[in-house]
T-cell receptor, first 112, second 120 residues
Framework: QKEVEQDPGPLSVPEGAIVSLNCTYS??????FMWYRQYSRKGPELLMY????GNKEDGRFTAQVDKSSKYISLFIRDSQPSDSATYLC????????????FGKGTSLLVTP | GAVVSQHPSRVICKSGTSVKIECRSL??????MFWYRQFPKQSLMLMAT?????????EQGVEKDKFLINHASLTLSTLTVTSAHPEDSSFYIC????????????????FGPGTRLTVL
């Protein structure tokens, strides 16, 4: 079993829709949780990060972490065509030297 | 924000040759850099951790003699794929840690744009 599971999609939504992206994980030692956006043939760009459980909001993006269920989510409100990309969840342990464990990424297409 | 560059952005080589990929932190000094590999529609897989002035730490299953890493300065790490074969064709991405910031692992790790390697 992979430590981080993420449905690769693709996920297609109309412009303006609320998008929900999710990951599950198996290692209870993960404490830092991140979401990255990756456009085709580009490196990942950090969108959101949270430490331990809880919610965090930044503009149209909301990240949620439920450590009891080992489940994290990223919500995108008022989705735009420019949000079309692959979204990767990533996690790390305390004292892991910043090494990240990534999910496979979910491909999102927002249609005008 | 901090910028990490990679060179070349793409390279095509013949089987059996060696290829060097550079990763540079442009506006900060990075004591730690990471090298990842990403196959199509797959996750980023950590290959190795590169620490300035010391030997790299390789993940299980990654051949250290095939993937040579040199972190000779605080702004440059290189990955050399030796005797490349078609199965080494992949997207190689580096990241760099900017020290002395907030201390959380996420907001101090910056990724390069990646290098696409194709081995014929």
């Amino acid at each position: 079993q992979k430590e981080v599971e993420q449905d690769p999609g693709p996920l297609s939504v109309p412009e303006g829709a609320i998008v929900s992206l999710n990951c599950t994980y198996s290692n209870s030692a993960f404490q830092y949780f991140m979401w990255y956006r990756q456009y085709s043939r580009k490196g990942p760009e950090l969108l959101m990060y949270t430490y331990s459980s809880g919610n965090k909001e930044d503009g149209r993006f909301t990240a949620q972490v439920d450590k009891s269920s080992k489940y994290i989510s990223l919500f995108i409100r008022d989705s735009q065509p420019s949000d079309s990309a692959t979204y990767l969840c990533a996690m790390s342990r305390i004292n892991s030297g910043y090494a990240l464990n990534f999910g496979k990424g979910t491909s999102l297409l927002v249609t005008p | 924000g901090a910028v990490v560059s990679q060179h070349p952005s793409r390279v095509i080589c013949k089987s059996g040759t060696s290829v060097k990929i550079e990763c540079r932190s442009l506006d900060f000094q990075a004591t730690t850099m990471f090298w990842y590999r990403q196959f199509p529609k797959q996750s980023l897989m950590l290959m190795a951790t590169s620490n300035e002035g010391s030997k790299a730490t390789y993940e299980q299953g990654v051949e250290k003699d095939k993937f040579l890493i040199n972190h000779a300065s605080l702004t440059l790490s290189t990955l050399t794929v030796t005797s490349a074969h078609p199965e080494d064709s992949s997207f190689y991405i580096c990241s760099a840690i900017s020290p002395g910031t907030s201390g959380t692992s996420a907001d101090t790790q910056y990724f390069g744009p990646g290098t696409r390697l194709t081995v014929l």
